[in-house]
């Protein structure tokens, strides 16, 4: 029996020493050292109210597509949802049927003046951030729009509703780039008949945050 209880000790010390001299064999642990990038993203000043300028093409049905140009200011009530009012402001040419008739103006250059206004509601349906370089971010945010208002055309005013989508990058923590497309959709019977027309308006302009 005593001779069976020094064979297992034996192995055992044999195991502790094999054990000892593998583990003094192997290389130790190497931690990888990643250098962390410091990123700084642009933020939305701490007021909530934005306002600026804009300029694109309006197509206005049965007409032409021409420049427009106007302003806008937004509040925004939270981060999800803005309130926004809208002017704007181009001019028709001659319609398809006066450029190929010939004849007399159906409208006095005074009714081709082309201006609205609208109050629409936004919601940021996609917050993001755009990467130019390794270390600068820039907030952005997709998002939709909608609202009513009144369109002043052929010597008439029209309700027009309005629907869209945009994308805004703030450049700094004051200034946004904001790039538009909006339908503006209303009633109007001015050759006769009623119809609903659908005028699409590209534009892109600079805001400030204030």
Known sequence: MATWHQRVLLAAALAGTSLASFAEDVDPVILPEVERREITPAAIDSEDFEVGAFAGILSIEDFSSEVVYGVRGAWHVTEDFFFEASYGTSEGDLTSYE????????????????????????????????????????????????????TDFLGDNWFTATIGIGYRVLLNDSFAWRIDVRDHIYDRDAFGTDETVNNIEWSTGLTFFF
């Open 99 to 150: 450029k190929l008739s010939g004849g007399a103006p159906l409208f006095d250059d005074a009714d081709r003046d082309y201006t609205y206004y609208n109050l629409a509601v936004g919601w940021n349906i996609m917050p993001g951030e755009i990467f130019l370089w390794d270390d600068i971010a820039l907030k952005s945010d997709l998002y939709l729009i909608g609202g009513a208002g009144s």
